[in-house]
């Protein structure tokens, strides 16, 4: 079953993030190589990706001619997603686990996160009823 | 550059989307399925992934021992992604030109939903470029 991790954070959340001390950026980003790594071995990674900073985010909608119509203002409470993980795993319960692992990155003197991870299952296309 | 195409909605949005017609939510799907061909006909198409409905969501920490906590209960106003289209294009315009396609896939009566789709751009080597 293939479940997907999504790590949100507000726009100030993810702003600070740069700002940390070089060396707790740098473990934050040894502690993800190393479980990246370690489910790629164990052969449940399917994919991981980071995305750029919230201010880089844009809204698109179709005008009334299809045009696209972009916009780059959201809500003050808006979550954004940082970055995801797509597992292929036996059980939900394999699945939170990996989240807890992610939650528990190091953050600032390394010390735990316990940052939310959103989990869900994918599904592999529309449900059957749906497709015509 | 790749970008990836974030499809999203509150989970009182996703009870309206299961309200529609069975011949809309069918056109609909015939709608992203020809989108989805084109794309990968252009080459532009780097993955597509619809995501089950937010009654499956949890939300995840690790407690003090590192062991999960679960929970499914999320605020009203959350939004939930839907889905998504990575695509990888040459110019971030291409990539709002693909969100305004999907913007104006067919709601019900035919009619374009004109949601608003999320356009950010991925940073594959992310991990590597930071110090």
Redesign the interface.
């Known amino acids: 079953m293939k479940y997907i991790l999504m790590m949100n954070t507000m726009k100030a959340g993810s702003a600070g993030f740069p700002e940390w001390p070089k060396k707790d950026i740098q473990a934050h980003i040894a502690f993800m190589k190393r479980l990246n790594q370690e489910l790629r071995e164990s052969g449940e990674l399917v994919a991981a990706e980071g995305l750029s900073w919230p201010d880089q985010a844009r809204l698109v909608r179709a005008g009334k001619d299809g045009m696209p119509i972009t916009d780059g203002v959201f809500p003050e409470g808006k979550e954004f997603l940082a970055g995801y993980w797509i597992v292929d795993v036996e059980t939900a319960g394999r699945a939170y686990a990996i989240a807890a692992r992610a939650s528990a990155a190091p953050g600032v003197a390394g010390a735990p996160l316990n940052m939310p991870i959103e989990v869900r299952p994918v599904m592999s296309g529309p449900p059957g009823e749906f497709v015509s | 550059m790749k970008y990836?195409?974030?499809m999203a909605g509150t989970k009182a949005g996703v009870d309206t989307y299961r309200a529609w017609s069975?011949s809309d939510?069918?056109a609909h799907?015939?709608f992203?399925k020809g989108l989805n061909r084109e794309l990968s006909e252009s080459g532009e198409l780097v993955?597509n992934?619809?995501?089950?409905g937010p009654e499956?969501?949890?939300?995840?920490?690790?407690?003090n021992n590192?062991?999960?906590?679960?929970d499914g209960v999320f605020p009203e106003?959350?939004?939930?992604?839907l889905g998504y289209w990575?695509v990888d294009v040459e110019s971030?315009?291409r990539a709002?030109?693909i969100?305004?396609?999907l913007?104006?896939g067919p709601g019900p009566g035919g009619v374009?939903t004109?949601?608003?789709?999320?356009?950010?751009?991925?940073?594959?080597r992310?991990?590597d470029e930071?110090?």
């Open positions: 990836i195409l974030l069975q939510v069918q799907f015939a992203l993955a992934e619809p995501l089950a499956q969501a949890k939300v995840v920490r690790a407690g590192g062991a999960p906590i679960t106003a959350k939004e939930f992604l990575i971030p315009e709002y030109d969100a305004a396609r913007s104006a374009p004109n949601m608003p789709i999320e356009v950010r751009q991925i940073m594959s992310r991990t930071l110090p």
